[in-house]
């Protein structure tokens, strides 16, 4: 093969009590489109953040550019040797214009004090018919979807002469179209010349686009495999060492009363006429892509919206939900699809924040916190959770992005809700790792919580629920009783309706 763009050698790292990468060879061909995959923990973005100069490598651990050794240590010196990192949340400046955020790097960098904007405005248009997408220039990017963002952000690369773009669980957040055209210009960049290293969680992604896929384990690397040579299966025993598939699960629900009930639910511009029930110790499943209005329901039944007209009952009554607090109050418990921003306060210990919102009852009748009821409860739900750390004092941030999520999850099943709405539970979630969480649903079923899960991945909700709802643009197309209906019946409605 001929010279790598970038090579790894006996890359190590270690933190504070953890390995999170043991002498790591990797490395990256000019043009091609690699794959890294791994379980949650196994040093993915690790790897990331060594290659862009955020964090530093052990001593001994040797990074190579064109066969040159590096020693940068900050950011921008991984920008200037082309390489460019984009995150799920691309990070950019939300006041300015899409025009801007693509160019004004470009006119600081290069210490001119006059910015000439016709010059400004050419250089973004320039970087987006590299790859032929078209934004609105004068746009404010707050103002524009998580997945325009992202095109804005490998614009802005572009304006720098990027050789390697790194990508980090980009299409987490993305619907299946914005996943579509995202996957088209990282072929696109190919075709031009320009590596793209892409981490995620969903295989069928990373089968579609991958040159070559390197697979991680526990900070170790497993080895790198030509795209063409894997599959579902191979894929998933290289990442977790054993086989694993789905089982079916259906719970039985408790009684014949609903513990929660729709009645024509609606909320203008985001979902009309929603009838359903749900009872204790079910599972219900609620799927329809992105936008199809189902966290939008979800927020309602939380008190973070409200309904324009319809009425909800709970346990036979109707009642109002104005505000979480109203739905703690009645047992409700909502873990959000978009974690990492609403879930969790990220300096904060992993202990204070399984805590948070069982505070009441860890307060003993002097009114102080009860510290060994607080550390048993910790302890208990990260034994329960197998959340991955080195300490219960650990702040979030230093955790995975699969271990942070399931650092939510313990937060809100510590409040012993009687209905937990859970949306997308395991975007992010490693193969592994994701049928652990739903081992965890199941079992709280069982226990009579009544679940709704939401999911766009139809085998999540076929597999775990007795009922699937399909939603699309707003409404409820049909009901599926999964001990009837087939997994394809259910794909194809979904399919059918877009
Ligand atoms: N700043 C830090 N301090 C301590 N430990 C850290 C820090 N950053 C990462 N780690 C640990 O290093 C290991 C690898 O983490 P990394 O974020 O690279 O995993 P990952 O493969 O990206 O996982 P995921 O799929 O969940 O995002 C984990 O055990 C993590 O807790
Ligand atoms: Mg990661």
């Given at each position: ?5 970038l090579a790894?050698r006996?890359?190590?790292k ?11 060879d990797f ?16 040093g993915?973005s ?6 862009s ?27 200037n ?8 949340d691309?990070?950019?400046?939300p ?8 160019a004004l ?5 290069s ?10 405005r050419r250089?973004?248009?320039?970087a987006?018919a ?18 325009d963002?992202?095109?804005v952000?490998?614009c802005?690369a572009?304006t720098?002469d990027?050789?390697?773009l ?5 299409t ?11 996957l ?8 031009k010349?320009?590596?793209t ?7 069928n ?25 894997l ?7 290289l990442?977790?060492g ?10 039985g629900k408790?009684g ?8 024509w ?11 359903f ?5 079910e599972?219900?499943g ?9 966290t939008?329901?979800?927020?309602s039944?939380?008190?973070i919206?409200?309904p ?10 109707p009642v109002?939900?104005r505000s979480?607090?109203?739905a ?19 300096n904060?210990?992993v202990g204070?924040?399984?805590i948070v919102?069982t ?5 003993n ?6 510290q060994?009821k ?7 739900w990260i ?6 750390i080195p300490?219960?004092e650990?702040?979030?941030q230093t ?9 939510v999850?313990?937060k809100w ?16 979630i490693?193969v592994a790792?994701?049928?652990d969480?739903?081992?965890i649903i199941r ?16 085998p ?11 939603m ?5 197309l049909?009901?599926y ?8 019946d ?9």
């Amino acid at each position: 093969m001929a010279e790598p763009f970038l090579a790894l050698r006996k890359v190590s790292k270690h933190y504070a009590g953890v390995t999170a990468l043991d002498k790591v060879d990797f490395d990256i061909q000019k043009g091609e489109i690699h794959c890294l995959a791994g379980e949650n923990g196994s040093g993915k973005s690790t790897i990331i953040k060594i290659i862009s100069e955020t964090v530093k490598a052990d001593p001994g651990s040797v990074i190579e550019i064109k066969g040159h050794a590096v020693h940068g240590n900050k950011a921008i010196d991984a920008i200037n040797k082309g390489i460019q990192v984009i995150y799920q949340d691309p990070s950019l400046f939300p006041n300015l214009t899409v025009a801007e955020n693509i160019a004004l790097g470009g006119f600081v960098a290069s210490h001119r004090k006059l910015i000439n904007w016709k010059e400004l405005r050419r250089g973004a248009e320039k970087a987006m018919a590299r790859i032929d997408v078209r934004l609105p220039l004068d746009a404010i990017v707050r103002e524009i979807s998580i997945a325009d963002q992202q095109l804005v952000a490998i614009c802005r690369a572009l304006t720098r002469d990027v050789e390697l773009l790194i990508m980090d669980e980009p299409t987490a957040s993305l619907t299946k179209k914005e996943v579509d055209s995202l996957l088209a210009v990282v072929t696109d960049m190919k075709s031009k010349g320009i590596a793209t290293m892409f981490v995620s969680h969903k295989l069928n992604e990373i089968l579609q686009i991958a040159d070559r896929v390197s697979v991680i384990r526990d900070g170790k690397m497993v080895g790198t495999y030509p795209g063409s040579e894997l599959n579902d299966e191979k894929l998933t025993i290289l990442m977790t060492g054993k086989k694993v598939e789905y089982q079916r699960f259906v719970a039985g629900k408790n009684g014949n009363n609903p513990i929660l009930e729709c009645q024509w639910l609606s909320r203008r511009g985001e979902y009309k006429d929603i009838n359903f029930k749900l009872f204790p110790g079910e599972i219900l499943g609620i799927t329809g892509l992105l936008g199809s209005g189902r966290t939008e329901l979800a927020l309602s039944l939380f008190g973070i919206s409200q309904p324009d007209t319809g009425e909800i009952l709970f346990n036979g009554k109707p009642v109002n939900i104005r505000s979480i607090q109203d739905a703690m109050r009645l047992g409700i418990a909502y873990v959000p699809e978009d974690r990492l921003t609403q879930g969790l306060v990220n300096n904060q210990s992993v202990g204070k924040n399984i805590i948070v919102t069982t505070l009441d009852s860890l307060v003993n009748r002097f009114k102080l916190l009860d510290q060994g009821k607080v550390t048993d409860s910790i302890q208990r739900w990260i034994k329960d959770l197998t959340i991955k750390i080195p300490s219960v004092e650990s702040p979030v941030q230093t955790l995975s992005g699969g271990n942070q999520q399931r650092v939510v999850l313990a937060k809100w099943i510590a409040t012993q809700p009687r209905v937990l709405i859970l949306d997308g539970p395991t975007i992010g979630i490693d193969v592994a790792a994701k049928f652990d969480i739903h081992k965890i649903i199941r079992e709280l079923a069982e226990k009579g919580i009544a679940i709704i899960l939401i999911s766009e991945e139809i085998p999540e909700v076929y597999n775990n629920c007795n009922r699937v709802l399909v939603m699309h643009k707003g409404c409820i197309l049909g009901e599926y009783d999964t001990r009837q209906a087939t997994q394809e019946d259910i794909q194809n409605h979904v399919n059918g309706a877009y």
